[in-house]
């Protein structure tokens, strides 16, 4: 019965099967899914974002505004393709289960961090919080890696990114504090 499940999967994922053409759309879905999560984070936080962010003390450093959307929406993609990857793949199923499991807490993390920070203007809180998101993605990007090595990489950007933003955020903290 598990047989017929993973075979119905990836079968499924690949357009294969009773469901010619199926796959793509199925990639398409899953791919979307990242992207979704982020488009609803930034539509629940564009009012404290508009008002309270422009108050607050920035370091310097801090980029402008605009990079952000950009930025996002590429970290967005390459998540989606890398769980594309991953969803597919059919190595080590055990290091994929838990790369699922982890890139869907990570994902919930990055939408908490925009309510914590944004809605709810707590800055130690999503200090803290994006403490736990970078872990999160460090140990996805490694369970990604052990399924498919290209998904792994395509996450090493976000990592690198979160770290930023841990920065960033740690700052703001500082001089709000």
């Known amino acids: 019965m598990i047989a017929d499940h993973e075979v ?6 690949r357009g294969r099967g009773d469901q010619p053409g199926n796959g793509a759309l199925a990639k398409i879905a899953i791919g979307v899914m990242p992207l979704a999560v982020g488009v609803c984070s930034s539509l629940l936080t564009q009012e404290g974002l508009r ?3 422009r108050t607050i ?6 980029p402008p505004d605009w990079v952000f959307g950009p930025v996002w929406t590429t970290l967005y993609v390459m998540m989606g393709i890398a769980l594309v990857q991953v969803v597919g793949s059919e190595r080590d199923r055990v290091a994929r289960q838990v790369g699922l499991g982890l890139f869907a807490v990570q994902l919930i993390l990055n939408f908490g961090w925009s309510w914590i920070f944004f809605m709810n203007h707590d800055l130690f809180g999503a200090l803290v919080e994006i403490i736990a ?5 460090a140990a996805t990007a490694a369970a990604f890696s052990a399924t498919r090595r290209s998904a792994g990489v395509l996450l090493l950007p976000y990592l690198a990114w979160v770290s930023f933003a841990t920065l960033l955020t740690a700052s703001i903290w500082r001089l709000n504090r």
Request: hydrophobic share 45%; proline share 5%.
């Open 8 to 13: 119905s999967r990836t079968s499924y994922l």
């Open 133 to 137: 998101l970078w872990l999160a993605v």
């Open 51 to 53: 008002v309270w962010y």
């Open 57 to 62: 003390e920035r370091p310097s450093w801090n």
